[in-house]
């Protein structure tokens, strides 16, 4: 990362998604506003349609690389940029779309469309497997004051470490009643901290949209998931998979492919 860099070239560009983390960046109102006086925004397509710039400092990429036409884009700006950061689960998981992966895809895109004839029926992959990332800011959607301090340091000069710690870290901070402990499928100790706990906060267990902690033993995690709680392992690879961290949970991802079956967990 260049210092000093007076007046940066920034993109926050969308790839195949709900865009709900470009959404989630606007919810910062006018201190993103204030952000956006000191960079040259080449592209942000919910804020405003302007002519791209030839070269960026640095490329937000949000979404999922699923089209040929995504791919060719993505490639185009990770050659145009100098430091490429990919934001939310869909850009750095493989998101919600890469449920598909572990079912039958095409009978799934026959639910889809009446006519399947042409369309493109990829496997999903996130951004990380099609070009170099030099940072992940994780989440669905992203959690956008993380986002914030991450633009200030990189802006600065920095480049900024998230904090390896698991979501129960922030949980306890809280003093949340502990989910799993009353034998509710929450993934808190594996995942990565930094949304706040948000969704043991509301009672809901962690599913796992900012991915894996890094050097967390999910074997061992997952063992005592089953031994203590008497879940099965393909009830927990099933949410595992919802943000698209399953592939990413594992030194070598367990072929199950076709072998999933649909059922609901109890929550
Ligand atoms: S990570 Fe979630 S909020 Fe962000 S674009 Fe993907 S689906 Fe939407
Ligand atoms: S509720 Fe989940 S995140 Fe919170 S402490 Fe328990 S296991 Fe950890
Ligand atoms: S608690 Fe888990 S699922 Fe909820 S926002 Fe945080 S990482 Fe995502």
């Known amino acids: 990362m260049k210092k000093n860099i007076l007046k940066p070239s920034i993109a926050v560009v969308s790839l195949t998604c709900c865009e709900g983390c470009q959404v989630a960046i606007l919810d910062l109102g006018a201190r993103f506003l204030e952000l956006t006086a ?116 990189l802006l600065a000069g920095v480049v900024p470490k998230i904090p390896q710690r698991p979501i129960c870290y922030e949980c306890q901070l809280k003093q949340n009643e502990c989910l799993l402990q009353k034998g509710l499928p929450c993934l808190g100790p594996s995942i990565l901290g930094g949304c706040g706990a948000t969704c043991p906060s509301n009672n809901y267990p962690c599913d796992g949209c900012r991915g894996p902690l890094r050097g967390a033993n999910i074997n061992n995690f997952n063992e005592s998931l089953r031994n203590i709680y008497g879940w099965s392992q393909q009830e927990i690879d099933l949410i595992m998979q919802r943000f698209g961290m399953l592939d990413d949970s594992y030194p070598s991802p367990p072929s199950i492919r076709g072998k999933m079956e649909i059922k609901k967990i109890e929550k």
């Open 38 to 153: 000191n960079v040259k925004i080449g592209d942000f397509s919910l804020l405003e349609d302007k002519p791209e710039e030839a070269e960026y400092d640095i490329v937000f990429v949000e979404g999922t690389p699923l089209t040929a036409e995504n791919v060719s884009r993505l490639k185009d700006l990770r050659e145009r940029s100098k430091f490429l950061v990919t934001i939310g689960a869909c850009a750095c998981l493989g998101g919600i779309a890469e449920l598909k992966n572990y079912q039958d895809k095409e009978q799934r895109l026959k639910y889809v469309y009446k006519n399947v004839e042409g369309i493109e029926n990829p496997d999903i992959e996130p951004v990380k497997n099609y070009v170099k990332v030099d940072l992940e800011i994780p989440g669905c959607p992203i959690n956008n004051e993380e986002f914030l301090w991450a633009v200030k340091e």
